[in-house]
């Protein structure tokens, strides 16, 4: 069973910085296609980024320009670094990996894997 794990977030100003990590117990992420999405309180699930494992990457029009995924392969890790943070994108973030080749998946159903999200708060 692949167990992913998310961490970081955290509360910030709007305007601030934060990044969310993520890996996955028995994969080598960049071999893998990684999304992190989000879910804020009332509202369903949705598409913030992804690469694929050839380093493609795409991210929702909502956070294009703030928002960057990237790996360290050292690490076995995926990223997000959020930048210019406003007060609509706090949420729970989620990291989730595809068992099959998905490309840059913007649909929740193309992953199998998920981890338990951490919460990010941007207050104005």
């Known amino acids: 069973q692949v167990q992913v794990v998310e961490s970081g977030g955290g509360s910030v100003q709007a305007g601030g910085s934060l990044r969310v990590s993520c890996t996955a117990s028995?994969?080598?992420?960049?071999?893998?296609?990684m999304g992190w999405f989000r879910q804020a309180p009332g509202k369903e699930r949705e598409f913030v980024a992804a690469?694929?494992?050839?380093?493609?990457?795409d991210y929702a029009d909502s956070v294009k320009g703030r928002f960057t995924i990237y790996t360290d392969n050292a690490k076995n890790m995926v990223y997000l670094q959020m930048n210019s943070l406003k007060p609509e994108d706090t949420a729970v973030y989620f990291c989730?990996?595809?068992?099959?080749?998905?490309?840059?998946?913007?649909?929740?159903?193309?992953?199998?894997?998920w981890g338990q999200g951490t919460q990010v708060t941007v207050s104005s």
């Open positions: 989730a990996a595809a068992r099959f080749r998905v490309g840059v998946a913007r649909s929740p159903s193309a992953y199998d894997y």
């Open positions: 690469r694929n494992w050839v380093g493609s990457t």
């Open positions: 028995g994969r080598t992420i960049r071999n893998y296609d």
